[in-house]
């Protein structure tokens, strides 16, 4: 289900005009229009063949978490790497998995079930509130999820609140590049990497990391401090 949002234009049928307006329009405040993924398609989130791009057991092993950790699978979805995050906070950890559609989650659920999968809980979050506790996550990570955001602005900020002082944002998406197009949105709906670091560090956040792993998707770290130097690192295939 996709949503539109409608800007008014200038009366006067001048291209001009038309120009100088769309220039007036701040680039951090012109909301883009989301497009919800329909739940009852979760099962094609799942899709073995997705495996051989997504590379769920390298991207949590670059995640670098420890026993114990919290969290947070923001915008979850069909909890694709629900079980990876499980097993590698252990059972002194804990998964919250977080997403605006009942459907998803239910979905999630019957998968935790399956699984027996005892530390993770799922989350009926809002569009701008993850309904998490202030200062309660290592790590918040966002797999395919900021491209559906129309104003991306007002979530980041609840993540930032939600991440314990030393936490970090890990924030996965499609390239905005037409060799990137055989999986995934859309280039139409896709968010370029330098819009989206840019829109990320006005919320209060600095790109610590950018890992090449990814054929299709770029992968950054964020971590909620101004202080850590930028770094670029590869992880073998």
Same mark, same amino acid.
């Given at each position: 289900m996709r949503?539109? !949002?409608i800007f008014p234009v200038p009366? %006067?049928?001048?291209l001009a005009l038309l120009i100088a307006w769309l220039a007036l329009v701040p680039a951090q405040e012109t909301p883009r229009s989301p /497009? =919800?993924?329909? @739940?009852?398609n979760a099962a094609q989130l799942d899709q073995p063949s997705r495996d051989a791009w997504q590379l769920p057991s390298e991207v949590v092993t670059s995640l670098k978490l420890r026993e114990g950790n919290v969290v947070a699978d923001i915008g979850t979805g069909s909890g694709y790497f629900v079980p990876y995050l499980s097993?590698?906070?252990g059972a002194s950890g804990r998964v919250f998995a977080t997403d605006i559609? @009942? &459907?998803?989650? $239910?979905? #999630?659920?019957?998968? =935790?079930?399956e699984l027996d999968l005892r530390n /993770? %809980? !799922? /989350?009926?979050?809002q569009e701008a509130d993850t309904r998490? &506790? @202030? $200062?309660? #996550? *290592?790590? $918040?990570?966002? /797999?395919d999820v900021y491209h559906e955001l129309g104003s991306p602005a007002p979530l980041l900020s609840n993540i930032h609140a939600v991440l314990k002082p030393n936490g970090r944002l890990t =924030? =996965? *998406?499609f390239k905005a590049n037409s060799e990137s197009d055989r999986v995934g949105p859309p280039l139409s709906h896709r968010v370029p990497k330098d819009r989206l670091i840019a829109e990320v560090e006005r919320s209060g956040f600095t790109l610590v990391e950018s890992i090449d792993l990814l054929p299709y998707q770029y992968f950054l770290v964020f971590s909620g401090k101004r202080e850590t130097p930028v770094g670029t690192t590869s992880t073998p295939q």
């Amino acid at each position: 289900m996709r949503h539109f !949002t409608i800007f008014p234009v200038p009366s %006067t049928p001048s291209l001009a005009l038309l120009i100088a307006w769309l220039a007036l329009v701040p680039a951090q405040e012109t909301p883009r229009s989301p /497009v =919800i993924f329909n @739940p009852q398609n979760a099962a094609q989130l799942d899709q073995p063949s997705r495996d051989a791009w997504q590379l769920p057991s390298e991207v949590v092993t670059s995640l670098k978490l420890r026993e114990g950790n919290v969290v947070a699978d923001i915008g979850t979805g069909s909890g694709y790497f629900v079980p990876y995050l499980s097993k590698a906070v252990g059972a002194s950890g804990r998964v919250f998995a977080t997403d605006i559609q @009942p &459907e998803m989650l $239910a979905y #999630v659920q019957r998968k =935790i079930s399956e699984l027996d999968l005892r530390n /993770v %809980t !799922t /989350v009926l979050s809002q569009e701008a509130d993850t309904r998490l &506790e @202030p $200062a309660s #996550v *290592d790590l $918040a990570l966002m /797999v395919d999820v900021y491209h559906e955001l129309g104003s991306p602005a007002p979530l980041l900020s609840n993540i930032h609140a939600v991440l314990k002082p030393n936490g970090r944002l890990t =924030i =996965i *998406d499609f390239k905005a590049n037409s060799e990137s197009d055989r999986v995934g949105p859309p280039l139409s709906h896709r968010v370029p990497k330098d819009r989206l670091i840019a829109e990320v560090e006005r919320s209060g956040f600095t790109l610590v990391e950018s890992i090449d792993l990814l054929p299709y998707q770029y992968f950054l770290v964020f971590s909620g401090k101004r202080e850590t130097p930028v770094g670029t690192t590869s992880t073998p295939q």
